[in-house]
């Protein structure tokens, strides 16, 4: 079955850098969009980034553009988010998730949370 | 980027009500929405997509209408797992922007 497992979040001073990544099994990979989700400490969801299935299509939310960068490595069937100048408000619990071909996301990793604190 | 406002943020409802919750998009967005359950310590699960296809599995006590703007999720009855909270979701354009959650909270 599908699974989807990130890893890489933790605590960092502002202004600081992560790397977070998704590690994906039981489907293609390579075919599918890829969703980085992030929700805030008890509140709403966001998405932060999409990346398509080849990698040629990016986009970010306003909140994040020029800071995160999403990429993907078909070959190992892993998403990553890098994250640089890290703010307090990027503290939350980041999900990858996958695309079903624009019409939703219909698998979900556990999560990695990420606290930005001095 | 479109913002998707969603109505109430919470709720309280009994077993056996039916329930509205609706979400208006700021500007048009054909039928490209998307109804999330989710439940505490848990990723969002999809419901309902393109604003009125049932994802499978779901039980058909769940109904989405709505198309442009003004969309609504409807529980035709509520069941006791179905308290949880739902969030819809444009799927317009990149990147999707979620509404803000409505709660639904035991009476």
């Known amino acids: 079955q599908v699974q989807l497992v990130e890893s890489g979040g933790g605590v960092v001073q502002p202004g600081g850098s992560l790397r977070l990544s998704c590690a994906a099994s039981?489907?293609?990979?390579?075919?599918?969009?890829m969703h980085w989700v992030r929700q805030f400490p008890g509140t709403g969801l966001e998405c932060v980034a999409f990346?398509?299935?080849?990698?040629?299509?990016?986009y970010y939310t306003e909140a994040v553009e020029g800071r995160f960068t999403i990429s993907r490595d078909n070959s190992k069937n892993t998403v990553s988010l890098q994250m640089n100048s890290l703010r307090h408000d990027d503290t939350a619990l980041y999900y990858c998730?996958?695309?079903?071909?624009?019409?939703?996301?219909?698998?979900w990793g556990q999560g990695t949370l990420v606290t930005v604190s001095s | 980027a479109i913002q998707m406002t969603q109505s109430p943020s919470s709720l309280s409802a009994s077993v056996g009500d039916r329930v509205i919750i609706t979400c208006r998009a700021s500007?048009?967005?054909?039928?490209?929405l998307g109804w999330y359950q989710q439940k505490p310590g848990k990723a969002p699960k999809v419901l309902i997509y393109a604003a009125t296809y049932l994802y499978g599995g779901v039980p058909s006590r769940f109904s989405g209408s709505g198309s442009g703007t003004d969309f609504t999720l409807t529980i035709s009855s509520l069941q006791p797992e179905d308290f949880a909270t739902y969030y819809c979701?444009?799927?317009?354009?990149?990147?999707?922007?979620f509404g803000q959650g409505t709660k639904v909270e035991i009476k």
């Open positions: 039981g489907f293609t990979f390579s075919s599918y969009g």
């Open positions: 998730a996958k695309e079903r071909s624009g019409w939703y996301l219909d698998d």
């Open positions: 979701v444009q799927d317009h354009n990149y990147p999707w922007t």
């Open positions: 500007q048009g967005i054909r039928n490209d």
């Open positions: 990346i398509g299935f080849d990698g040629s299509k990016k």
